[in-house]
Structure formats: structure tokens, C-alpha cells
């Protein structure tokens, strides 16, 4: 699907509708020594994944686009989904 590049939407701290540039998120890299990580890390990768039985994992095949859209008058960053999974997206 394509998606534009500035759109008007509601700024919470301007109080009305601005034009906010979207841009496409991308998730932070995960810390690797965080107790959580590891002991996900530890629970995974051993026998059944704490299950009782194999379970077949399927990977889904589209991911759920999401923007981060920033107020070009406060710099104020929201995120932006439509809540939908797609093959591809592009942006013009
Ligand atoms: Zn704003």
C-alpha cells in the first residue's frame, strides 16, 4: 500500500490539526544483558520452550506497518498505524 509522506493529523499539544511528517518506526536494539532477555534467552532455548509438548511455531507473513508521525510545528512525535497487516509498503 502506499502511504504519504506529511499528513494532517491531531496534535494533542497544539490543539488542532497540523501537518506531521510520517516516518516508518523502527524498534530499538534490544539489550542483550537485560535479566528479562536472558531469561527469555534461558526459557526458549531449552527442551519444549516450557511447554508440554512441541508446538509448531508458523511465522506470520506480513507485519503490521507502523509510522512514527512527528508535528512539524512542536516536534512532537505519536505514533501512526492504520492497524492493518501488508505486503509491502511505500511511501511517496
Ligand atoms: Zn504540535
Known amino acids: ?31 542483550t544483558m537485560a535479566a528479562g532477555n536472558r531469561r527469555h534467552e534461558r526459557n526458549t532455548d531449552h527442551g519444549y520452550m516450557g511447554k508440554y509438548k512441541y508446538v509448531v511455531f508458523v511465522k506470520k507473513q ?12 512542536c516536534k512532537q512525535k505519536i505514533p501512526y498505524s492504520l492497524g492493518k497487516r501488508m505486503k509491502k509498503v511505500a511511501q511517496q
Open 62 to 73: 506480513n507485519k503490521n506497518p507502523t509510522f512514527v508521525a512527528e508535528c512539524t510545528e
Open 1 to 31: 500500500m502506499k502511504f504519504p509522506k506529511e499528513k494532517k493529523l491531531y496534535c494533542k499539544k497544539c490543539k488542532k490539526h497540523v501537518k506531521h511528517k510520517l516516518k516508518e518506526f523502527k524498534a530499538a536494539a534490544k539489550r
